[in-house]
């Protein structure tokens, strides 16, 4: 399979449920996909002005600062300490490593890569554009023979499941078991809700708690899209084995993918300033307390979505009719069928909206249950 035979673009599908629901007499409120509403910190902002004068070709491996300060914010925000330069590589955004991984580890057909039942699409398009098979499974138990890519993420997009301590520890083990390497995709691992935002309740798979400090065959992937409110930057970048991150430095070096100087001198930023990652949280977990509540006053359940900035809901109905109420009431959410064959019931509602937007979405929720009624 190639690039030409890659499916449509699903979210072309949603075109017309866009459309019914941006004819609401208020307005349409956008909780499809979860773009950045809020501006960039200015910290960050101000780093990237500062840094304009690019006139040389980057370095695929980063600046020295930056692979400092990502090696420093694993120690300081994930719990993982004694990673150096070797360990870590920038990446222009988070979502072409997720594509280009497979091939760039030299998979291909008779390869399986194994990702999460409800799970971003881009797992199984990495697979495919290879001609590496894809298969959807959760329990380690099930990852079969032949499987040479693991992908875990957690917390889950979708549906924001969380993997504590000892359920990436048994993916790690089976992962070995099997001579795969385990890519842990952790980029909303800042916005966990079920603890404080200081108590780092969600792990990263290089934990020393999960490794004791073997690091062998694992990759974490992590953007600041999310956290850092810099999707339009592409900021991204992954640690672990040293091996894989060489192997993975000269792949990329043969494919030209460098982050531009200006957006790496941004990172540094960011990385290093935690006051505005605080604040973004608060925003995100204030308009989830509007919205939850009201979608299930809607007469939806909320299923896991513990972290991350996603409500994963069903009403126990086909999804696109759950969109398509959804849509007359001028709110445009993700079907369940997006994200794999598993759950063809159940809907996505991004935070990503702003405080005025989630109001009127969860305000209009409300009145749709009491007329139902």
Request: proline fraction near 8%; hydrophobic fraction near 45%; aromatic fraction near 6%.
């Amino acid at each position: 399979m190639g690039v030409a035979d890659l499916a449509d673009y699903p979210w072309d599908a949603v075109a017309p449920y866009a459309a019914r629901a941006r004819a609401h007499a208020d307005g349409l409120v956008d909780l499809s996909i979860g773009s950045p509403v809020d501006p960039t910190p200015s910290v960050v902002a101000d780093a990237l002005r500062a840094a304009t004068d690019a006139h040389a070709y980057p370095q695929t491996v980063g600046t020295p600062a930056l692979r400092a300060a990502i090696a420093e914010w694993y120690d300081r925000r994930r719990g993982v300490p004694g990673l150096t330069p070797d360990h870590v590589l920038p990446t222009v955004g988070s979502k072409e490593l997720v594509a280009l991984l497979p091939l760039l580890l030299g998979l291909g057909p008779g390869d399986i890569v194994v990702h999460p039942r409800a799970a971003y699409p881009t797992y199984e398009v990495g697979a495919r554009l290879v001609g590496a098979t894809p298969v959807a499974a959760d329990d380690p138990a099930d990852w079969p023979e032949g499987t040479k890519l693991v992908w875990v993420n957690s917390p889950g997009n979708p549906d924001g499941r969380v993997l504590d301590i000892d359920a990436l520890g048994t993916a790690l083990a089976r992962a070995r078991q099997l001579g795969a390497v385990l890519a842990s995709d952790e980029c909303y691992a800042e916005l966990g809700w079920d603890a404080p935002w200081d108590a780092d309740p969600v792990p990263s798979a290089l934990d020393p708690r999960i490794t004791a400090g073997d690091l062998r065959g694992i990759l974490s992937v992590y953007s600041l899209s999310k956290q850092s409110n810099l999707a339009g930057y592409r900021a991204a970048f992954l640690a672990g084995d040293p091996a894989l991150v060489a192997r993975l430095l000269t792949a990329r070096k043969h494919l030209g993918l460098m982050l531009p100087l200006p957006v790496q001198s941004a990172m540094v930023a960011a990385l290093g300033d935690d006051a505005h990652v605080a604040r973004q949280r608060e925003l995100y977990h204030r308009r989830r307390e509007v919205l939850k509540p009201a979608v299930e006053a809607a007469g939806f359940r909320i299923e896991r979505s513990e972290a991350g900035l996603y409500l994963w809901a069903t009403e126990g109905r086909d999804a696109w009719e759950s969109i398509g109420r959804l849509a007359d009431l001028g709110i445009l959410a993700g079907p369940g069928h997006f994200y794999g064959t598993h759950f063809p019931q159940h809907v996505r509602l991004s935070l990503t909206a702003t405080d005025e937007r989630i109001a009127a979405a969860a305000a209009r929720l409300r009145a749709s249950n009491t007329l139902a009624s």
